[in-house]
């Protein structure tokens, strides 16, 4: 065997065994089949097991979670169903079948939180659920068990707990381009004693985040770390143009120093929240108040915190002047954060240390307000 062919040999056979390593196949549960039985923790602070809704005619299990922006549209149509149908003898539980760790940053782009029990927890607070939300993200045994291939996934199981429908809750995420809602449609054929018109649907939706992900999580993770950090130098009328924007993108800023000690603790924040939204129309700018002649000083930082992001340094001595540019009514105080929109209005600012999950909601909210999808 040549060498090129040799070569050719292992690149094959090494991608072959990282397909099959990687490759996760938990097949759907097919209609007909009983529902497996479950015990899981739920945000309520008790445990849900199947025999809880013993007492319902049918049951719908929807695997859903956090993080994914399908599965956030469809949480005010879920709320709907369950109160429309609760005193028709229908029971609605929510399971999240996501380990966290199964998770990229990149991934968390449409949320301010993700998938693990604490946040699910305040999701559900903060939504006003009306449903059990389940954890399943530790061993994922339910999920096996059930196959939801994204989120949300929908089984409908009717008095026997035989499952009669499974698929999507209906043919779009867009409400006002729905033309089917097969959820509803099942449960009102069910109730009225009739099969579902349409039993199996195909589902829309961020993939399922099985624990097998955990090993190309580290793999992302090791090219977040070999990206190129650099530094810049930043004038006047480099200051006035990040403070105007017009980039097209939400920006945010951090105004930092070696020298701050709170600056350096929340850094590594600002690192983790750019890699979270730079899939979208988001951008983060740190900007180093130290002096020009620190730059090496400033640079070693950044390289250690991996901020592969824009990053500046004030361009000269004449620290009022660079001041005035961005903001004549920043003092110059340090740490100072700004969130800018695409047309250069503030939507967020902190003069201090911020508050991580408020800094994510006014995040996700602006990169809504500019382009939800």
């Not at 043919?171 to 018109?197: I, T």
Request: charged letters at 25%; proline letters at 6%; aromatic letters at 10%.
């Amino acid at each position: 065997m040549s060498s090129m062919n040799l070569i050719r040999f292992l690149f094959c056979a090494a991608f072959l065994c990282g397909s099959l390593l990687f490759a996760v196949d938990y097949p759907t549960l097919p209609l007909g089949a009983h529902a497996p039985d479950f015990n899981l923790p739920g945000v309520d602070g008790r445990n849900w097991s199947l025999k809880d809704f013993d007492g319902s005619k049918i049951l719908v299990v929807v695997f859903t979670c956090n993080h994914c922006p399908t599965a956030q549209h469809y949480e005010e149509p879920l709320k709907q169903i369950t109160a429309d149908y609760k005193s028709r003898g229908v029971a609605l539980v929510a399971i999240n079948p996501n380990d966290p760790r199964g998770l990229r940053l990149d991934e968390l782009a449409w949320s301010d939180l993700g998938d693990s029990f604490p946040e699910m927890k305040i999701r559900a607070a903060r939504n006003h659920f009306n449903f059990p939300y389940l954890h399943d993200g530790d061993t994922e045994n339910v999920s096996h068990a059930y196959g939801p291939a994204a989120t949300p996934h929908v089984f409908v199981f009717d008095a026997a707990r035989k499952l009669r429908y499974v698929g999507g809750i209906d043919d779009s995420e867009r409400a006002g381009k729905v033309q089917r809602q097969y959820l509803r449609e099942a449960l009102d054929a069910l109730l009225a004693g009739r099969q579902p018109p349409v039993a199996r649907t195909k589902v829309i939706g961020c993939s399922t985040k099985w624990s097998e992900k955990n090993a190309l999580v580290k793999d992302y993770e090791a090219r977040l770390a070999a990206e190129p950090v650099g530094l810049s130098p930043a004038d006047t009328h480099t200051l006035e143009a990040l403070s105007k924007n017009g980039s097209g993108k939400v920006r945010l800023i951090n105004f930092w120093a070696t020298w701050c000690a709170p600056c350096v603790a929340e850094f590594d924040g600002f690192v983790t929240v750019s890699r979270m939204y730079r899939p979208r129309d988001f951008e983060f700018v740190s900007v180093a108040l130290n002096r020009p002649d620190e730059q090496k000083r400033v640079l070693e930082f950044l390289t250690k915190q991996q901020a592969s992001n824009r990053n500046l340094i004030f361009a000269s001595e004449d620290r009022t002047a660079l001041i005035n540019s961005f903001n004549p009514a920043w003092q110059g105080e340090v740490p100072y954060t700004v969130l800018l929109s695409p047309e250069g209005k503030v939507v967020y600012s902190e003069t201090g240390s911020v508050d991580f999950a408020a800094l994510k909601r006014a995040v996700v909210k602006a990169l809504d307000d500019h382009k939800p999808w």
